[in-house]
Nanobody, 128 residues
Framework: QVHLVESGGGSVQAGGSLRLSCVASGGYDFRTFCMAWFRQAPGKAREVVASIDSYNNQIAAHSVMGRFTISKDNDKSTLYLQMNSLKPEDTATYYC?????????????????????WGQGTQVTVSS
């Protein structure tokens, strides 16, 4: 079973930037994972923000397109989310997720899951 730990959250003013990290340990080869960032604001449903597959295909949700970039470093088993031009509506708890149940390389053409492993979340607060 893979273990995911996020970091990098914090409080910033609108227009600012943050970079979230998610370190994976255990389980199969990190390169085989499809991974994604989700977020959940108080009182709202969890929503997917961006995803990336084993072939580095990256997909971003419309709400963050052009502002957020997902990437990964296979040597460090780490997933990143670079967030620029942050807005107050980006305030949420951000979670990383992985589809890590197989040792086969994962290809995704859509931003959706499934995802079977989750981190504990990191809080991002954007003030106006």
């Amino acid at each position: 079973q893979v273990h995911l730990v996020e970091s990098g959250g914090g409080s910033v003013q609108a227009g600012g930037s943050l970079r979230l990290s998610c370190v994976a340990s255990g389980g199969y080869d990190f390169r085989t994972f499809c991974m994604a960032w989700f977020r959940q604001a108080p009182g709202k449903a969890r929503e997917v923000v961006a995803s990336i597959d084993s072939y580095n295909n990256q997909i971003a949700a419309h709400s963050v397109m052009g502002r957020f970039t997902i990437s990964k470093d296979n040597d460090k088993s780490t997933l990143y989310l670079q967030m620029n031009s942050l807005k107050p509506e980006d305030t949420a708890t951000y979670y990383c997720a992985a589809d890590a149940d197989t040792n086969l390389f994962c290809r995704r053409n859509t931003i959706g899951g499934p995802y079977n492993s989750w981190g504990q979340g990191t809080q991002v607060t954007v003030s106006s």
